[in-house]
Structure formats: C-alpha cells, structure tokens
C-alpha cells in the first residue's frame, strides 16, 4: 500500500493566522482525501482533490477556508485559513489503496489558541 | 445523507475476553465497508468488505457483512490492552464517497 508522510505532526497556531499541511504519497495516486476529526468526533471528509483540476468540497467546506492544492500525482496540500479555536481538529490526509483499502497520513493535531 | 452506526460507542473489557462490534450503514450505490482501527492520530486499515457472508480475518480480528441486513461485526477474540483503540467503520460508495461512523472506543483492561 501506499506510504503517506504528512507535515507538520502538531502545531499551535494564533487565531487568525493560517496553516499549510502538506502530503505527500510515495506513489501517484489519482484521488486524495483530506479529512478532519474534531475532538471527540469522528472522521469527516472535507474534499476530495485530483490532480489538474479543482478540488471537491463537501457540504459545510469552502475553498476560501480550506484552500486544497494538487500540483503533481504525489503531493498535495491543505491550508487551514483564519484559524479561530473552532479549527482546532486532526487533519489526515488519505489515498486509496486499492484492496488494501484506504492509507491515512499520519495526521496533523492543530490547536489554535 | 448517508449514515453510519457503531455499537457500542464505548465498552470496557478485561484481558482475554472476546468483544463483537457492530456497525450499519443507510447506503446506495453501495461499494464496500471498510474497519480501521485509530489508536492516536492516523486510522490503521483492518478490514475491507464488498462481499456478504465472506468472513475476513487477521489474527484475532474477524470481520463479516452482511448487505441484506446492512450491516458488519468486528470480532476480536482473546483481546489484549494493546487492542485498545477507537474502531471506526466507513462505508464508501461508487463515487469514492466515504462515510465514517463515529467509531466505538474499546478499552481492554488488564
């Protein structure tokens, strides 16, 4: 199955600034997911991006807050923007992996303060 | 909207005992369910069902759908504190939607 390196692991972020999350996949893969699990919560995905074209946003997501970029087939990025406390979440970055099923990035824990 | 159920949301076990987890979906266009098991950060693949009545298993965890019923179990027999753990279960459908549950949290005692 794929290899997913995801960074940063942790960060603690003023309100009001951004932050970049990057994965990349040592693999091309043609679909990535990114997710967030607030605390106590569950995994929700917040799009889906394909290389060459824009991402997919689920319900409750925008671009303008979660701007996704896809530049090649093995690495993308997520940006988290105008953090306010509320954004304070994991954020995993997934591909699929055919009967392997789904690999997750190691995941970023985010606390804005 | 899709929906994902997991039963128990949490359960406590002493070393050595055998716990079934439970997990519905409400789907169409149904593709496959998938168990991971999420023990910090980054959810661990387990399982991938598409078949019903095909049991799967690794070790001491077994997995089984049944898509007449809608539904899957997640056995782990002879469980070990190291099986503590949130279990998520996640159905995805055709159109690579993916959909989790909101994961049952095991905790296995010495």
């Known amino acids: 199955s794929a290899v997913i390196s995801q960074k940063p692991s942790r960060d603690i972020c003023q309100r009001g600034t951004s932050l970049t999350i990057q994965c990349q996949v040592d693999s091309q893969v043609t679909m990535m997911f990114w997710y967030r699990q607030q605390p106590g919560q569950s995994l929700t995905l917040i799009a889906t991006a394909n290389q060459g074209s824009e991402a997919t946003y689920e319900s409750g997501f925008v671009i303008d807050k979660f701007p996704i970029s896809r530049p090649n087939l093995t690495f993308s990025t997520l940006t988290v923007s105008n953090m306010s406390p509320e954004d304070s979440s994991i954020y995993l970055c997934?591909?699929?992996?055919?009967?392997?099923?789904?690999?997750f990035g190691s995941g970023t824990r985010l606390t804005v303060v | 909207e899709d929906k994902v159920v997991q039963s128990p949301l949490s359960l406590v076990v002493h070393e050595g005992d055998t716990v079934t987890l439970n997990c519905s979906y409400e789907v169409t266009n149904f593709r496959s369910l998938l168990w991971y098991k999420q023990e910090k950060k980054a959810p661990t693949f387990l399982f991938m069902l598409?078949?019903?009545?095909i049991e799967k298993k690794s070790g001491r965890l077994s997995s089984i759908l049944d898509k007449k019923e809608l539904f899957s179990i997640l056995n782990i027999t002879a469980t070990q504190t190291g099986d503590s753990a949130v279990y998520l279960c996640a159905q995805a459908d055709y159109g690579q939607n993916f959909v989790f549950g909101p994961g049952t949290r095991l905790s296995v005692l010495p």
């Open positions: 997934s591909v699929e992996g055919g009967s392997l099923g789904y690999t």
């Open positions: 598409t078949s019903s009545g």
